[in-house]
Nanobody, 122 residues
Framework: QVRLLESGGGSGQAGGSLSVSCAAS?????MGWFRQAPGKEREGVAIISSSGSTTYAESVKGRFTISRDNSKNTVSLQMGSLTPEDSAMYYC???????????????????WGQGIQVTVSS
């Protein structure tokens, strides 16, 4: 069984920065982050493969940076230039392979963290 434990997040100001981190019990090829705001669908934010390839949602490109440490089975997301629309529960997700080729599709992932809150005030 894969365990994913998130940390970080919290509250921040618009224009500021926050980060979230995830520690996995074992290495998975694809690791990254999704988010879900109340009343909205879960959406992909950023994914990174074990080889370092990345995919970002258009809404966060240029503002968020994903990284991973394969020796520690961790993945982190640095979130900058925050806006209130970034407020959501952020979920760490991981899996070994993606059948559709869409790295940002929630249904492609079998392993999920419990979620961690990010709140951005204006």
């Amino acid at each position: 069984q894969v365990r994913l434990l998130e940390s970080g997040g919290g509250s921040g100001q618009a224009g500021g920065s926050l980060s979230v981190s995830c520690a996995a019990s074992r290495k998975l090829y694809y690791m990254g982050w999704f988010r879900q705001a109340p009343g909205k669908e879960r959406e992909g934010v950023a994914i990174i493969s074990s080889s370092g390839s990345t995919t970002y949602a258009e809404s966060v490109k240029g503002r968020f940076t994903i990284s991973r440490d394969n020796s520690k089975n961790t993945v982190s997301l640095q979130m900058g230039s925050l806006t209130p629309e970034d407020s959501a529960m952020y979920y760490c997700a991981a899996d070994e392979w993606i059948s559709s080729g869409d790295w940002l599709r929630p249904s492609e992932y079998d392993h999920w963290g419990q979620g961690i809150q990010v709140t951005v005030s204006s």
